[in-house]
């Protein structure tokens, strides 16, 4: 740990997370005037894109959460936000985005999660949000080595498990990325969360108005990546 974050006292660091919440709900504000006092991030797509890419691997080669002012910023953020990437990623513990993408503040990355990061109804509204009020210019979507979620999909496709409650139907949404790998050479679980991570980006593409209008209009990019649980990698496929 850096000398930095030897120096951070305890109740800094409980004051500073406990205005994460706050700052999160204020951005779901729904009075105008909250939104428009903050401008839209300054970055285009590829400078945004080229941005995780530089966090990314900053985690991987020093991994240290230094010291950041969480008061002053959770100060700076609290009337509204301008987050210059939307990243939309598995539930799983071990992928907090705004770690892996090198240490972000408050208000840099907006943020939706799930297990097996599917685009369902909510989420698919969640990252119209960010792109057409927030000026959000790059969609990500995060799949991740190992995932769970995808992995239940490839058991189901494969022997036809049937899973418990609403397991089952959140399952379903990967099911066609299973099957599109199933007998295909290399590990079948890797190899359906890229599938996934793929169709799901493509999905958001051409299934949401607002973003592939955004996208035709050179104001808003989607890739889609995964990141290596055991080396901390986040890897740009398309």
Same mark, same amino acid.
């Given at each position: 740990m850096c000398e930095k974050c030897n120096q951070t006292s305890r109740r800094q660091f409980l004051a500073g997370t406990a205005g994460i919440a706050a700052a999160g709900l204020v951005g779901w504000s729904s009075t105008a005037?909250?939104?428009?006092?903050?401008?839209?991030?300054?970055?285009?797509?590829d400078e945004a894109l080229a941005k995780l890419k530089e966090g990314n691997a900053k985690y991987v080669a020093a991994p240290e959460l230094c010291e950041i002012d969480l008061g002053k910023r959770r100060e700076?953020?609290?009337?509204?936000?301008?987050?210059?990437?939307?990243?939309?990623?598995?539930?799983?513990s071990r992928v907090p985005p705004e770690l892996l993408f090198g240490g972000l503040n408050l208000g840099e990355l907006f943020v939706c999660r799930n297990a097996g990061n599917m685009a369902d109804t909510a989420t698919m509204g969640?990252?119209?949000?960010?792109?057409?009020?927030?000026?959000?210019?790059?969609?990500?979507?995060? +799949?991740? &080595?190992?995932?769970?979620?995808?992995? #239940?999909?490839? =058991?189901? *496709?494969?022997?036809?498990?049937?899973?418990?409650?609403?397991?089952?139907?959140?399952?379903?949404?990967?099911?066609?990325?299973?099957?599109?790998?199933? +007998?295909? &050479?290399?590990?079948?679980?890797?190899? #359906?969360?890229? =599938?996934? *991570?793929?169709?799901?980006?493509e999905k958001i593409g051409s299934q949401s108005e607002i973003v592939s209008h955004l996208v035709k209009e050179g104001k808003v990019k989607i890739v889609y990546a995964t990141y290596d649980l055991d080396t901390g990698v986040v890897e740009f496929i398309g």
């Open positions: 005037p909250a939104i428009a006092k903050t401008a839209a991030t300054s970055l285009k797509p700076e953020v609290a009337k509204g936000q301008a987050p210059w990437a939307t990243i939309l990623t598995c539930a799983d969640t990252i119209e949000y960010g792109a057409e009020h927030l000026g959000s210019p790059l969609i990500v979507v995060l +799949g991740h &080595e190992r995932c769970g979620a995808v992995a #239940a999909a490839c =058991e189901v *496709a494969e022997k036809g498990t049937k899973l418990p409650g609403s397991i089952g139907p959140m399952v379903d949404a990967i099911l066609p990325a299973a099957k599109a790998m199933m +007998g295909k &050479e290399g590990d079948f679980v890797a190899n #359906a969360v890229r =599938e996934s *991570a793929k169709m799901t980006a």
